[in-house]
């Protein structure tokens, strides 16, 4: 596969202060992209566009995973067959998404997962109250699918068919679908699911938009829907091939 096989999707709420940076970079490393403006209220669409972006505008806000599986969408019309998850807010130098989409070909992996955690992974500081919900995530997935993961909600990665067509279709819009529960249905769907190192770099601009303690709700909420049975469903991996 080649960067030509590939696009960048890149969620942004709110982003008009990094967005256009992100894009002139991804052109600049020879990398498509398409930016899906998730019903931003500031000029997200515009400064994207005007930076060479592709863009997508959803007329109200559908959280990061409605976004994403938009992305996905597009993508799969237009015959691509990889993506890359890229925040808005500059975090991911293009450079880690090369290296990504390298480990993607190398192992011939469905999903590479972007770990901050990992031997070789640049320092990132998470509190301990979040580490430890990370840790029972990581708990539910090895038990779920014999699948050992460090990093279960980095949003850095790369989705390669026919996964990607599968999450095209069917994706969480919740926030943490998007990263422990599609994770956590790919691997045990029988798609190959690996993680790589990484290094990210501060956020360049704005806001998060989940705080500290929202995103620990948000994780107990993620642990309970996992537990009970009610993540979402695709085809697995000797359904689709079987075809």
Known sequence: MTARDTLVVVPAYNESGAVGDVVRALLD?????VVVDDGSKDNTAE?????????????LNLGVGGALRCGFRYAVDRGYTRVVQCDADGQHPPSEIVRLLEVQAQEEAHLVIGSRFLDGSSDYEIGRARRLMMRVLSGIIKRSSGLRLN???????????????????SYPVHYLGDTFEAALVAARSGYRVIETPIH??????????ASTL???RFIVRAVIASLAGLTFEIRSLDEVTAE
Do not use: Y
């Open 29 to 33: 490393a020879g990398l498509d992209c």
């Open 47 to 59: 400064v994207a566009r005007s930076a060479g972006a592709h863009v997508v505008v959803l007329p």
């Open 151 to 169: 990093d279960t909600t980095s949003g850095f990665r790369c989705i390669a068919e026919p996964l990607l067509g599968e999450f095209s279709l």
């Open 214 to 216: 929202a995103a620990i």
């Open 200 to 209: 990210i770099r501060k956020r360049q601009a704005g806001n998060a938009s």
